[in-house]
T-cell receptor
Framework: DGGITQSPKYLFRKEGQNVTLSCEQN?????MYWYRQDPGQGLRLIYY???????QKGDIAEGYSVSREKKESFPLTVTSAQKNPTAFYLC???????????FGPGTRLTVL | AQSVAQPEDQVNVAEGNPLTVKCTYS??????LFWYVQYPNRGLQFLLK??????LVKGSYGFEAEFNKSQTSFHLKKPSALVSDSALYFC????????????FGAGTRLAVHP
């Protein structure tokens, strides 16, 4: 998990509320990613960013938003439009042109 | 469509025995393949990768994987399993569309029994 931090570790949200998950990396990586993990489904890509001020939708972007104002930071907002937000969220980063991604420890979001 | 399949939801092995976790892939062009391990409530840890070269790739914690182009497989192996190897294992392939996107399999839970 070294080099990438996610906070908080656990997050509880009421229905209808937006919530923002933090992801910070000190690896000097250009690319950052957000994944959602549900039991038995592996990881699904929500958003990714190759450089500052640029990001692309992944496979399941609906109901989520991101920003990339700094190289080190890639926060994810789970909006009230996300119908089933309870999941484990993982942030990752990689070098430009690099291959393996390095993952943070994750945030478990529960909607009450 | 590009995809990764891990045909076994769970693999059970006795400690000291060899283990194999299976992975097959479908991707256009030359595949970039990865194995990750996840312990409960933790992020994924990188184990090994195949980009090019020798078909047998050695990685962390004594794990290795064999790339087989004709069978489009990339099975993870270890000669002697440890109880501490019990975890969730993910195979992934780089999306040939670029941007270093990874496509993950659904994961295989490895249980090593004493």
């Amino acid at each position: 998990d070294g080099g990438i931090t996610q906070s908080p570790k656990y997050l509880f949200r009421k229905e209808g509320q937006n919530v923002t998950l933090s992801c910070e990396q000190n690896l000097n990586h250009d690319a950052m990613y957000w994944y959602r993990q549900d039991p038995g489904q592996g990881l699904r890509l929500i958003y990714y960013s190759q450089i500052v001020n640029d990001f692309q939708k992944g496979d399941i972007a609906e109901g989520y938003s991101v920003s990339r104002e700094k190289k080190e930071s890639f926060p994810l907002t789970v909006t009230s439009a996300q119908k089933n937000p309870t999941a484990f969220y993982l942030c990752a980063s990689s070098k430009t042109g690099g291959n393996e991604q390095f993952f943070g420890p994750g945030t478990r979001l529960t909607v009450l | 469509a590009q995809s990764v399949a891990q045909p076994e939801d769970q693999v059970n092995v006795a400690e000291g025995n060899p283990l194999t976790v299976k992975c097959t892939y479908s991707v256009s062009g030359n595949p970039y393949l990865f194995w990750y391990v996840q312990y409960p409530n933790r992020g994924l840890q990188f184990l090994l990768k195949y980009i090019t070269g020798d078909n047998l790739v050695k990685g962390s914690y004594g794990f290795e994987a064999e790339f087989n182009k004709s069978q489009t497989s990339f099975h993870l192996k270890k000669p002697s399993a440890l109880v501490s190897d019990s975890a969730l294992y993910f195979c992934a392939v780089r999306d040939s569309g670029g941007y270093n996107k990874l496509i993950f399999g659904a994961g295989t839970r490895l249980a090593v029994h004493p």
